[in-house]
């Protein structure tokens, strides 16, 4: 069974920081993207960034200049490490990855989502 584990969201303060991290675990053979997504009050779930396996970045408008995607696919693992955060900033945040079961194909799995809280 696979799973994708958030961990690293919290509150902090407007203009702190957080590092958000995710791991693929289970059987799979490989990965390929892996991205972000945020849920905050009152919107629909958006994208937040993305990375390739080779590394290529995409960034959402709200996260392009306060925040940096990275992963390690030693680990199987993606970051996402946030500054300058605002009060808009606030929500549930999702890890999602690109996995190839063993024998399978391709499937995009999400993880059960960190709270970030961003307090003035």
């Known amino acids: 069974q696979v799973q994708l584990v958030e961990s690293g969201g919290g509150l902090v303060q407007a203009g702190g920081s957080l590092r958000l991290s995710c791991a693929a675990s289970?059987?799979?053979?490989?990965?390929?993207?892996m991205a972000w997504h945020r849920q905050t009050p009152g919107k629909a779930r958006e994208p937040v960034a993305s990375v390739t396996r080779g590394g290529t970045i995409t960034y959402a408008d709200p996260a392009k200049g306060r925040f940096t995607i990275s992963r390690d696919n030693a680990k199987n693992a993606v970051f996402l490490q946030m500054q300058d955060l605002t009060l808009e900033d606030t929500g549930v945040y999702y890890c999602?990855?690109?996995?190839?079961?063993?024998?399978?194909?391709?499937?995009?799995?999400w993880g059960q989502g960190t709270q970030v809280t961003v307090s003035s």
């Open positions: 289970g059987s799979f053979f490989s990965v390929s993207n």
């Open positions: 999602t990855a690109d996995l190839k079961a063993l024998g399978g194909a391709w499937q995009n799995y």
